[in-house]
């Protein structure tokens, strides 16, 4: 607990690795997002199966009207730049994995993937007052997760994030040639493409709702927690 003046209720909260995890992956997604909508703009329609073409009748998706899906100024570059959009999403999915490599490894050594992010019974007795505590827009400020945050982050750090970088290695030249049967094991170079637009969506979803969820819980007191780990919690806590 920290000792400051007027700081009886700061507690320690977020680990170095998690907090420069967390940064790590803002950052990826914020490139990753516009690269990768660069590079749909090349050809804005989504397909299940394994090819694509006028010969088949496989598509499940298509955006835009006029050959853009996506305005310039959601895109990186924001000219349409196929050849810089790959290179941009290519380095930052990396970053992406380094962070989630670095977050794991943390979690691990430190215990907090089991003593903070595992669900218990009790957390699911309780979901549905959790629920009803968030639909009031109550935020309580806990000395740890509560049973939403836990399965919230459990669903993106464990499913979120391992389908896109699986679709996005089963694209990637380089993993085809070494392992050529990642994309029919997930059910087709289109059908992965397909998935990962979808994985990419879901992840914009979850950034746009943490976003309104650290506004609306107080931003000062979550930002604090995550640019120096402490973190102010409620009396009684």
């Not at 941009?88 to 993937?113: I, M, R």
């Not at 896109?164 to 070494?178: E, H, Y």
């Amino acid at each position: 607990m920290h000792r400051g003046y007027s700081n009886k209720r700061l507690i320690k909260r977020h680990t170095v690795t998690t907090r420069l995890a967390h940064w790590g992956w803002a950052i990826s997604l914020l490139f990753l997002l516009g690269s990768g909508l660069q590079i749909f703009n090349a050809h804005p329609v989504l397909y299940i199966g394994d090819q694509s073409g006028f010969g088949f009748d496989n598509a499940v998706l298509t955006i835009g009207t006029e050959g853009r899906a996506f305005p310039a100024w959601a895109t990186i570059p924001s000219g349409m730049d196929l050849a810089t959009g790959r290179i941009v999403h290519f380095f930052f999915a990396w970053v992406l994995v380094s962070a989630l490599f670095l977050w794991l490894l943390g979690a691990l050594v430190s215990g907090h993937l089991w003593r903070n992010l595992r669900p218990t019974a009790r957390d699911l007795r309780s979901l549905g007052t959790d629920i009803r505590t968030h639909a009031r827009f109550q935020f309580p400020h806990r000395r740890t997760y509560g049973p939403l945050q836990k399965l919230s982050y459990g669903a993106l750090l464990f499913a979120l994030f391992p389908l896109i970088v699986a679709t996005g290695l089963a694209m990637s030249p380089g993993m085809n040639a070494a392992a050529p049967w990642l994309p029919e094991l997930l059910g087709g170079r289109q059908t992965t493409r397909t998935l990962h637009f979808c994985a990419a969506a879901a992840l914009l979803g979850f950034f746009v709702l943490h976003i309104v969820m650290v506004v609306l819980a107080g931003p000062l007191n979550e930002l604090r927690a995550m640019v120096t780990g402490w973190y102010r919690i409620d009396e009684g806590e």
